[in-house]
């Protein structure tokens, strides 16, 4: 059986993981956390029984305290509870599904146990991504992708790991000003920006596929999960999200996963693989969808894209920077502090600012990620 961990149980991620576990016996929760969403924990927690739950924040992790206390189920808090959970002795497969950089130390944590990783958390390998994978290697660790696009990659790799790629299609639906240009983004609202027309996740991720930033993500993520050049990973616009993405082999031969826009699907992969099980979401009817449409991302208009391909291409710590400062970024736009077009614009010049280290350990990356942080808070425009 497995024994699941869950860091991150109340975000978007979490709560699908949950609804997968429902439906498979063969898994059981033995840890979830939270960040400060006290109340839908307690109703995780009652309903799945762990042996513990965590809560970043520590007030906040008292109050639960109070709840729980009928329960049995003990109460952790801060980084400390984060790194228990993804070390807990019963665990065998953890689940980092938190966002941000937060999940840098914890996901760290659980390979150095020997845990297996279902990895959700992309910012571990945008900031992080030669450490993470060096540290998997000498643990024989395995890290099975969660996002439907890498999710994809690896199942459209199964059976051919011997052969070379030539090129990773990573698909994008192109968020929901797809086709606008710069001058119709001056005026963009936060709650414009979080209508995603094909899937359901959240508020920061929501922005950053509005940005295209999460594409950029995605294609530093790809580079370290599946060991390829940057020159190799092909962004596509497919507004019908259909293709979850694909990889063409060196014979021209291109593989694609499809399926409904249903992120259940990917994280039921990385919890059963290398198994398939049945499951009670929805199926794709392909003559419901008609045509599957392709086109290249505008670079001019949606520059984070940009960003990201620099940031990689450069590497060192500047892709912790860069990520660093796009979390300010989106959060001071969520706040209505800067524009949509701004955010872009305030990335670029955090990373202008900074000086690169080729050669690094992780409490120096997850220092570039703060010096970010706290630079992109002090820019005005």
């Known amino acids: 059986m497995k024994r699941l961990s869950i860091l991150g149980s109340t975000g978007s991620i979490g709560t699908q993981a949950l609804e997968v576990v429902q439906n498979l016996e063969e898994l059981k929760i033995v840890v979830l956390t939270g960040n400060e969403n006290i109340d839908l924990l307690e109703k995780q927690a009652r309903q799945f029984r762990p042996d513990f739950v965590a809560v970043m924040n520590r007030q906040k992790a008292e109050v639960l305290k109070g709840r729980l206390a009928d329960t049995g189920i003990f109460v952790e808090s801060g980084m400390d509870g984060l790194v228990k959970a993804a070390t807990y002795e019963k665990a065998n497969t953890v689940l ?33 991504g030669q450490l993470v994978m060096d540290l998997a290697k000498q643990k024989n660790v395995p890290i099975y992708p969660v996002d439907s696009e890498h999710s994809a990659i690896f199942q459209a790799l199964q059976g051919n790991q011997d052969n070379p ?7 994008a639906s192109g968020g929901p000003f797809r086709g606008k240009k710069r001058e119709e983004l001056g005026h963009i609202s936060a709650a414009e920006a979080l209508q995603h027309p094909n899937w359901s996740m959240g508020k920061k ?32 616009i497919h507004p019908q999200s259909i293709v979850h993405s694909a990889v063409e082999y060196e014979d021209g031969a291109v593989i694609a996963q499809m399926g409904e826009a249903d992120m259940r699907v990917p994280i039921q992969y990385a919890l059963t693989y290398p198994k398939r099980v049945k499951n009670p979401f929805p199926k794709i009817d392909f003559t419901r969808h008609g045509s599957l449409t392709f086109e290249k991302p505008d670079l001019e208009t ?80």
């Open 96 to 128: 980092t599904s938190v966002v941000g950089n937060v999940g840098l130390k914890p996901t760290f944590a659980a390979i150095s146990a020997g845990k297996t990783i279902a990895l959700a958390n992309k910012e571990t390998l945008v900031s992080a």
């Open 165 to 171: 790629i030539r090129r990773i299609f990573l698909t």
């Open 205 to 236: 991720i929501t922005i950053d596929s509005a940005t295209l930033m999460n594409k950029g993500l995605e294609v530093m993520e790809a580079k370290w999960l599946f060991g390829v050049e940057t020159k190799q990973i092909e962004v596509l």
């Open 302 to 381: 949606f520059r984070c894209l940009s960003l990201a391909y620099q940031a990689l291409e450069v590497g060192g710590t500047l892709p912790a920077v860069m990520n660093g400062a796009n979390e300010v970024a989106v959060a001071r736009f969520l706040q209505g502090d800067i524009s949509f077009l701004q955010i872009p614009l305030l990335i670029e010049r955090v990373m202008g600012a900074y000086t690169v280290k080729y050669e690094y350990t992780l409490e120096e990356l997850l220092e570039a990620d703060a010096w970010a942080k706290a630079y992109a808070k002090t820019i005005y425009f």
